[in-house]
Structure formats: structure tokens, C-alpha cells
């Protein structure tokens, strides 16, 4: 039933009400009538009028939407930085159990970095970077121990992971504030939309290590554990003669097939990724022409769209980082003609950094049964083979 | 959720995890055999996918 009944103003009535612009007849255009329909054409019309006449106007609208939604998003940065800062102290105390407070410590470090060498001469930059990797580390690891002195070597470990998560989130955090004080000091529209674009990428970061500092705190292997959980799943029993050959890093014996294994990981439980490309080039530089392959096992990237816990093969080295430690393999495999393989588990940014998945560690066996393979297939009985497992060993022995 | 073997009997359990667990530790005794038992994994379940209309 047609409730609606057109005045010859133009203005419909329903149950006897006003209601402008509904069931006006074709040609007859609103505001042609009353005082009403010309009031509601204005109050159209001004914000056309004033983004045709005033091109400023349009930009500055545009700006405070923008701005309020950088806004809205710090806020959220700021309550997950709060959060995995309050974790760490916690977890700092109870490990830890320091005789000062630990809070003004855990705040400095919070804001501790390394300044990257200078690049203008890249001559002897990974020597370099290197050297000032070291420093940096040992000299966090010396902060960490010196506020918890209650801590086992492996939680000290845990803790420099937990405290290197809260400084990832709150760095963060100080940027994404900095972009967004200075576009609105500086009303510079192009520097908040680009803060703006890149904020749904800079958020899921920041919750996956939110995430990332529970597992921590408690000690859980991370996704990022997939290639020392693969090397010590082949090591299992079987091993022998483990041994530290670089900081944080142990190489030990076994036999496959008639080839002779040397497998080189990280020194878990504690959370360290080790330094296994010093431990492979000193390998090699040992055993010289004897090793006839070096593998590689890491965590891979996935592309959106792949599964978690797909395992690819490579030719050449699988570490992430600065890029040291691979430089290292490279450079050593280069001078002794050995052929370098790797095998990869392809994860997301997200799961590398939070608590292990059961599709990773599911995959981490068939990557073991790979890596098998590919020694049994490229070389002959009596080889010996180099396999390096790449990862943060955090909850994994 | 930590996984866990026995080393004697093979029987396969499974428990929440405990702070200072990682993956190979031996630890605990089985209830079938009260034999050793070793950490075998460490992980979580998959999330369940949202189901689409």
C-alpha cells in the first residue's frame, strides 16, 4: 500500500509527516518548493561549494580523517607495548629475582641499539657489522644477567629474546608517534597517508610479538625453531661428541649411511640463534676438501596464499639476519668448491615469531626425512656432510 | 601443549606445558610402565578455520 502522498509542493507526506525527497515526481527538483527544501539544497550544497572554491578545504578533511585513524591505531600500539613491557618486567622479576627494581634497567633497554657501521666505503663492511653485532649482543646479555641474577644461563637467554621483543614493539611504537606528531605539526598530508598505508602491516607485526612475548616468557619453541628442530630431530640418539664450537653454537658427529654427519646448531633450551656460520667456516676450514656438502635448514617466508609448513628446496644458504653468518658459508664454500643445498619450511612472519604451530613441527619431520635424502643422494658413502640448523633454539635441546 | 613418549613402552601423552620443558628433555614418569618419558614436541594446535557462507 502507497502510504506516501505528494503535496504540490513537492514534499511527500507520510502518515501526514513531512518527508522531503520521497516520491517526488521526475522534473520536479527538490528545493523548488518550500523554505524547507531550499534550507536542505544549502545545507548540500555548502560543502560542494566549499571543496570547489576552497581546494585546501578538501586536503585538510581529508588530513583529520587520516590523522584520527593513525590515532586510533597508536593507542592499540601503545596498549600491546604497555603489555609485552609489563610482561618482561614480570617475567624479569620472577626469573630474575633482582635485589633493585628492574624497571628503570628494563626501560633503557628498551631503547638500547646498535649504529650500523658506515657503508659509504663497503670495503670490509661485514668484518665490520660483524664485530659491532658481537659487541652489541654480548653487551645486552651483560645488561640482562646483571638484572637477574637468580636466572639459569638459558633463561638469561629467554629474557634477552623476551626484552628484544619489548624493544622491537616499542621502537615500533616511538616511530609510528614521530610520523604522526610531525605530519600534524607540519600539516604535511603525503607523510601521515603514507604512516596510514603502511599501518595494517606495522599493527600485525606489533600482536605478533605481543603473542611472540607470552611463548617468551614461558620458554615455548617459536615458529622461527623449525631448522634447529630439524637438526636435532636427525641428531636424536644418535649423536655424539656434541661440542661448542662458536659462541652459543655446538657441532656434533654422526653416521648416515656411511657418511659422516656433522651437525651444527644453536645451544638450546635458551633462546639463541648461535653463530653458525663462524661454526660451519670453522668447520670446513678444519676438515678442509674432506666436506663434499654443506645444507642449510631454515624457516622460509611464505607468500600469502601458501600453507604453513610447506618444505622447499634451494641451492645455496639459508640464514636470515644481517646477513654475516651467510656471508660467511658463501665465502667458505666458494673456496673449497663445496656444493651448499637447503632445505626450507615456509611460514609467516606471524608464526616464525609465536609459539611453534603443529603443522611447523609436523613439518620439521619430513624435513629431516628430506635432508636424509638429499645426504644419501649427492653423496657417496664415506663423505662428509655439513648440516646446519638455522633457528632460534628456545625450548629446544 | 607439550607431547611426551615413553622410552620404554612407547605410550604417547600429553599435557599442558610447563615452564623449563623443551623438546628431547626427559622428564616424568609413564603412567602405563613408569618409565622415563621424553618431550617429544611443543606446539599448538592449528586455529580452526572460520567457516565460510
Redesign the interface.
Given at each position: 500500500m502507497n502510504v506516501y502522498k505528494e503535496r504540490e509542493s513537492g514534499i511527500a507526506l507520510k502518515d501526514g509527516k513531512l518527508m522531503p525527497w520521497v516520491g517526488l515526481p521526475v522534473g520536479q527538483a527538490p528545493g523548488s518548493g518550500d523554505l524547507l527544501s531550499f534550507i536542505i539544497s544549502l545545507v548540500w550544497l555548502i560543502p560542494w561549494m566549499l571543496i570547489l572554491f576552497f581546494p585546501g578545504f578538501n586536503q585538510k578533511l581529508q588530513m583529520r580523517t587520516i590523522l584520527m585513524d593513525v590515532e586510533r591505531k597508536l593507542a592499540k600500539l601503545k596498549v600491546i607495548r604497555d603489555e609485552v613491557r609489563g610482561r618482561t618486567i614480570e617475567t624479569v622479576k620472577r626469573l630474575g629475582k633482582p635485589s633493585e627494581d628492574p624497571v628503570q634497567k628494563i626501560d633503557e633497554l628498551m631503547e638500547f641499539f646498535t649504529i650500523p657501521p658506515e657503508s659509504m666505503d663497503p670495503y670490509g663492511i661485514v668484518g665490520k657489522l660483524d664485530h659491532l653485532m658481537k659487541v652489541g649482543e654480548n653487551q645486552f646479555e651483560k645488561e640482562v644477567r646483571a638484572i637477574s641474577p637468580a636466572a639459569e644461563e638459558y633463561q638469561v637467554k629467554n629474557l634477552s629474546n623476551l626484552l628484544d621483543a619489548s624493544q622491537t614493539v616499542n621502537t615500533l611504537y616511538r616511530v609510528v608517534r614521530h610520523y604522526y606528531l610531525l605530519g600534524k605539526k607540519t600539516s604535511n598530508i603525503y607523510l601521515v597517508l603514507q604512516i596510514q598505508m603502511i599501518m595494517p602491516q606495522i599493527m600485525e607485526i606489533a600482536e605478533a610479538y605481543r603473542r611472540a612475548s607470552t611463548a617468551l616468557a614461558?620458554?615455548?619453541?617459536i615458529g622461527d625453531g623449525a631448522g634447529a628442530?630439524v637438526a636435532?630431530t636427525i641428531a636424536?640418539d644418535k649423536e655424539r661428541n656434541r661440542r661448542e664450537i662458536a659462541k652459543d653454537t655446538t657441532v656434533s658427529e654422526m653416521d648416515l649411511d656411511g657418511r659422516r654427519l656433522l651437525i651444527v646448531r644453536a645451544t638450546?633450551?635458551g633462546g639463541t640463534t648461535g653463530r653458525t656460520g663462524e661454526a660451519v667456516e670453522k668447520l670446513v676450514e678444519r676438515e678442509k676438501k674432506k666436506v663434499q656438502l654443506i645444507i642449510t635448514v631454515d624457516a622460509q617466508l611464505k607468500l600469502e596464499g601458501e600453507d604453513t609448513g610447506k618444505i622447499n628446496e634451494a641451492v645455496g644458504v639459508a640464514i636470515g639476519g644481517t646477513g654475516v653468518e651467510k656471508f660467511r658459508i658463501e665465502e667458505v664454500s666458494k673456496k673449497y668448491d663445496i656444493p651448499i643445498h637447503a632445505v626450507l619450511i615456509s611460514e609467516s612472519l606471524t608464526e616464525a615469531v609465536t609459539?611453534?604451530?603443529?603443522?611447523?613441527?609436523k613439518a620439521a619431520d619430513e624435513a629431516s626425512d628430506r635432508v636424509k635424502k638429499i645426504v644419501t643422494g649427492m653423496t657417496e658413502a664415506g663423505a662428509t656432510v655439513i648440516l646446519a640448523g638455522i633457528g632460534n633454539t628456545i625450548?629446544?635441546? | 601443549m607439550t607431547h611426551l613418549i615413553c622410552l620404554s613402552c612407547k605410550t604417547e601423552n600429553s599435557r599442558p606445558?610447563q615452564?623449563?620443558?623443551?623438546?628431547?628433555?626427559e622428564t616424568g614418569e609413564c603412567p602405563k610402565c613408569g618409565g622415563k618419558m621424553m618431550i617429544t614436541?611443543?606446539?599448538?594446535?592449528?586455529p580452526k578455520e572460520k567457516k565460510s557462507r
Open positions: 614461558k620458554g615455548q619453541p628442530l636435532a636424536q638450546g633450551p609459539p611453534m604451530r603443529q603443522s611447523i613441527a625450548g629446544i635441546g | 606445558h615452564e623449563g620443558d623443551h623438546v628431547f628433555k614436541g611443543i606446539y599448538v594446535e592449528e
